[in-house]
Structures are given as C-alpha cells and as structure tokens.
C-alpha cells in the first residue's frame, strides 16, 4: 500500500528532512507494511454515526513519531471514517510552532509543552495526548566493540556532551568497561540541530543524573550544546553517526534498529546496565511516579532494575476548542483511532502500545475535544 501524499505547502517547506528520514527508514516501514501486522481494522471510533465530511488532515513535529505514524497513516484511510493524513516529520520545535501558527491541525512533540508556549496559544487551551511510548538509544561507532557490549553511566554521558570527557579510553569509560579493548580515539559528539522533543527527554535525563548539566545547559527542545556537530532529526544524527567513527550520537531506538547502529547499555536508576528496549521502556512507564492531570511528564531515570532509564512518550498536541466543527470531529476519530486499533503497530516498530493506563487517560483527553456546543468525539 502507498502513503497517500498531498502537495501541502508545508511539503515544499521541509522536503529535505522527509528525504532524510524515507532514505534511511525505507526498509523497516517496507517490512513492517508487508508484514508482521498484516491485517488492518475496519473499524473507527464513530459507532453508527455519519462520518465527517473533512477528507484530510495536517500534522507536523515530531521525528521519534515518524515510523510509527507513516505506518498508522497509510492504515487509517482504509477504515470507517478514516481520511488521509499529510504528517511532515520536522521536529517537535517545529511542529508545535506549526499548531500555534494554525498551519496545522496537530502537532506531535516528544517533549510536553512549556507553560510559555502554552501562554502563546491564541485559540484557548491546547490537549496533550499520549500516543506512543519508545526507548532514546545511545548510540556509537566504534570500531571492535560490538553492540550492547559498551557500558555507560549517566554522569559519564553527561561529562561526554559537556565536552570533559574527550577519548573513549578516558579512565572512567575504561574502568566501568573492563575486558573492552578501548581505542584512544577522539569522540565526535553528535546532537540535533533542530528543535526536539528527542532532545527533550536526553537533556531532561541530563540534567537528572547531572548537577552540572543541569546548572550549565538546562533541559528543553533546544538547548545551546557546549560541544558537538549537529544533525536535523532522528534521521540526520543517525546519518551522522553511521558515517563518523569515534561518533556517539541519541537515537529513538527505532532508528538504530533500522540503520544497524551499535548502542550502549546505559546504568539506570537502581545500578543495572539496562539495554534500550522496548520492555525496558514499558518498565520506566509502569514505575513513573504520580501524572498530572494535564499529562504533561518526563519519566526519565525511573526506579526499577529493569527500567531503560532514556525513555519517554509522545504525544498528539491539539486544541482543545477546535474552531471547525468538522475537522474537529475527523481529528477526534483519528485520535481515537491511534490510542486504540492503531497500537497494533507499535511492536514491529520498535514502540511499546500504550498502557491500558495511558489509553484511559488519553480517552479522557479526546473526549473533552469540543467542537462548537458539543463534544467532537461521538463513538
């Protein structure tokens, strides 16, 4: 099956980056659509109502999403209701910027909006929808130490991208990495160039494990890098790893699968080595402590030994006061669509399907979508 595209303006805006992220993504999302999940629902979320007459919707952010939604839009408009989705894969800087400009219907950001950017809005209060949930790998080219054999900790990160630690034989690498024959090569930190919700969970996990991180670079979308070359997406960085020896780069764990990059097994929270994985990420959600109403969270660096401490979801931002009733009502159904039937194609994705948790609360969420008088949502 194709993915649907349509000539949008924004299209022209950010065709380099949706290049980037089909070249290296093309054979994981070609296997995942031919199999594994094979079969799709032909179902929506609308029960025996009359569908909306909106026949496309446009969304744009987050690059860790963009496996997992090109899979999802090229489903959804076969089911009932469903309407092809145009998701420019651009970074969550630029896709919440996008929303709050009103070029888009939605936004999807790896990282919560701040109360800042949430002061922006110029349309009433914005929803955050938990969608996907997935493991930031740290990921290296390093010539004779395999993947998932290199050890880290968060202080020893922190200190790589704070520019202190310069070689990997540095003595606190070695010392943790005994019976690894560690080259003295230089290390070529690689970060985004873009604004990030990726960026968003590794500088908020920084500054956990970091006290210095924390005072000197902070955590956001984007943040001012003491050190390091930078890449546009999940795609760029990817790029630039692969093609760098010495390089250690962040990944959405997807792309690392997709790329065969090596990755480190990085010490979480309880002093286990914990590779990013899928039940690593699931165990980091399931351990969060208490989520706020609004479900704007990190659960970086959570307790339990087999917590993968770099995880994070992601999220659908839309306005909860939606001012076409229409488009509204189709953006619900896909909402409700994704949180549901959609999950089916987490797994061969390298995502973790939303906890029965997060379902209700994302429910909740798309349920107080109001469209005019009424809700959008009717299922």
Not at 232 to 251: D, E, F, H, M
Not at 354 to 376: N, W, Y
């Amino acid at each position: 099956m194709l993915f649907q595209q349509r000539l949008h303006p924004i299209w022209y805006h950010h065709l380099l980056t949706r290049l980037g992220a089909f070249t290296l993504l093309g054979l994981t999302l070609f296997l995942a659509a031919c199999g594994g999940s094979s079969s799709t629902s032909t179902t929506g979320g609308t029960g025996g109502t009359t569908c909306p007459s909106t026949k496309s919707l446009t969304g744009a952010g987050s690059t860790f999403d963009y496996p997992l939604f090109s899979k999802m839009f090229t489903v959804y408009p076969t089911v009932k209701c469903g309407v092809n989705v145009d998701y420019q894969s651009v970074g969550s800087g630029a896709g919440i910027n996008d929303l709050l400009n009103d070029i888009v219907a939605f936004g999807a950001t790896d990282t919560p909006l701040t109360d800042a950017q949430l002061a922006k809005s110029t349309h009433g209060p914005i929803l955050h929808i938990p969608v996907t949930l997935g493991a930031t790998a740290i990921s290296y080219n390093l010539s004779g130490v395999p993947s998932g054999t290199l050890k880290l900790t968060g202080p020893i990160i922190a200190d790589i991208y704070l520019g202190k630690i310069k070689t990997w034989n540095d003595p606190a690498i070695a010392k943790i990495n005994t019976g690894i024959n560690l080259p003295s090569q230089n290390i070529t930190v690689v970060h985004r160039s873009d604004g990030s919700g990726t960026t968003g969970i590794f500088t908020h996990y920084l500054s956990d494990v970091s006290s210095q991180w924390q005072s000197q670079v902070g955590a956001a979308t984007t943040v001012n890098w003491p050190t390091g070359v930078g890449g546009k997406g999940n795609a760029g960085v990817a790029a630039a790893v692969k093609s760098t020896v010495g390089a250690i780069g962040y990944l959405e764990l997807a792309y690392v699968v997709a790329n065969n990059i090596s990755y480190a097994l990085v010490q979480n929270k309880d002093g286990s080595y914990v590779k990013p994985s899928l039940d690593g990420a699931k165990a980091s959600a399931i351990n969060v402590p208490d989520i706020p109403a609004d479900l704007r969270f990190f659960i970086v660096n959570a307790p339990g030994a087999d917590s993968y401490p770099i995880s994070g979801f992601s999220w659908i931002v839309a306005y909860q006061n939606q001012s076409n009733t229409d488009r509204g009502k189709a953006l619900a159904n896909m909402l409700w669509w994704m949180i549901h039937d959609g999950q089916q194609y987490a797994t061969a994705l390298t995502y973790v399907p939303l906890p029965a948790t997060i379902v209700t609360k994302s429910e909740a969420q798309i349920k107080a979508m109001q469209c005019g008088s009424s809700a959008c949502y009717s299922g």
